[in-house]
């Protein structure tokens, strides 16, 4: 089972057609990466493949949950690590934590315990 599916996906700004009919699954354990010229279309991708955008068509399977109808039980099981780095240096490591989480829905009170375990 692929641990990540990607099926038909599409994504057009005004007339520019950013990602034409993706389709790809990445099995668990194996290594994957996006390689292409600049404009092609492997940021985009990655952003709909995260949540950050959403798919024109096509769709989105992380571990078995579709992206569109579940996508904070689909977000809690990735991590993604950007180009550039959104640690900010003028907070704590439990605050970045905390503000991370946030994106994600999960609750105060679990973040707090979550940010101590990582930390311990």
């Known amino acids: 089972m692929c641990i990540i599916r990607v099926e038909r996906l599409q994504k057009r700004f005004k007339s520019i057609v950013a990602v034409d009919n993706v389709s790809f699954g990445v099995e668990k354990g194996e290594i994957f990466g996006f390689l292409g010229p600049n404009g092609a279309g492997k940021t985009t991708t990655i952003r709909m493949l995260t949540g950050l955008l959403t798919p024109d068509s096509g769709d989105v399977f992380i571990d078995g949950i579709d992206m569109r109808?579940?996508?904070?039980?689909?977000?809690?099981?990735?991590?993604?690590i950007p180009e550039m780095g959104?640690?900010?240096?003028?907070?704590?490591?439990?605050?970045?934590?905390?503000?991370?989480?946030?994106?994600?829905?999960?609750?105060?009170g679990e973040l707090d315990r979550i940010a101590d375990d990582l930390l311990d």
Do not use: E
């Open 86 to 108: 959104n640690v900010y240096v003028d907070l704590t490591a439990k605050q970045n934590i905390i503000l991370s989480g946030k994106f994600y829905g999960i609750s105060r």
């Open 69 to 80: 109808q579940s996508p904070i039980i689909a977000k809690m099981k990735m991590g993604v």
